[in-house]
């Protein structure tokens, strides 16, 4: 069992930052990858940002390339996904996740079925 607290979520003004953390606790040794979505109003889920234990690779989606960074903090076992110029479009609540299955592939990482465990979520509202 892997518990996800999401945190860092907020009200911003457009261009501005902020950083999530997602905090893992349980059987964190069975994790492999880390998976950051989000969902607005009437929307689906969709994918943001994903990143391999045993590597560090990542991916992201198109909307987000350039402006989100993933990454890990290993000391307090948590994964942080650092947005910077943010826009209204990225409006949302914020959910992480995370798989005890290696892919090869980046791409897998980008399902959310290839994730068991997910958060709470944490909302992020960006003005314009």
């Known amino acids: 069992q892997v518990s996800l607290v999401e945190s860092g979520g907020g009200l911003v003004r457009a261009e501005a930052s902020l950083r999530l953390s997602c905090a893992a606790s349980?059987?964190?040794?069975?994790?492999?990858?880390t998976g950051w979505f989000r969902q607005a109003p009437g929307q689906e889920r969709e994918f943001v940002a994903a990143?391999?234990?045993?590597?560090?690779?990542?991916t992201y989606a198109d909307s987000v390339k350039g402006r989100f960074t993933i990454s890990r903090d290993t000391a307090v076992n948590a994964v942080i996904l650092q947005m910077d110029s943010l826009i209204p479009e990225d409006t949302a609540t914020y959910y992480c996740?995370?798989?005890?299955?290696?892919?090869?592939?980046?791409?897998?990482?980008?399902?959310?079925?290839?994730?068991?465990?997910w958060g709470q979520g944490t909302q992020v509202t960006v003005s314009s």
């Open positions: 996740a995370t798989t005890n299955l290696y892919y090869k592939e980046m791409a897998y990482y980008r399902a959310s079925r290839t994730y068991r465990y």
């Open positions: 990143i391999r234990r045993r590597d560090g690779g990542t």
């Open positions: 349980g059987r964190t040794m069975i994790i492999d990858g």
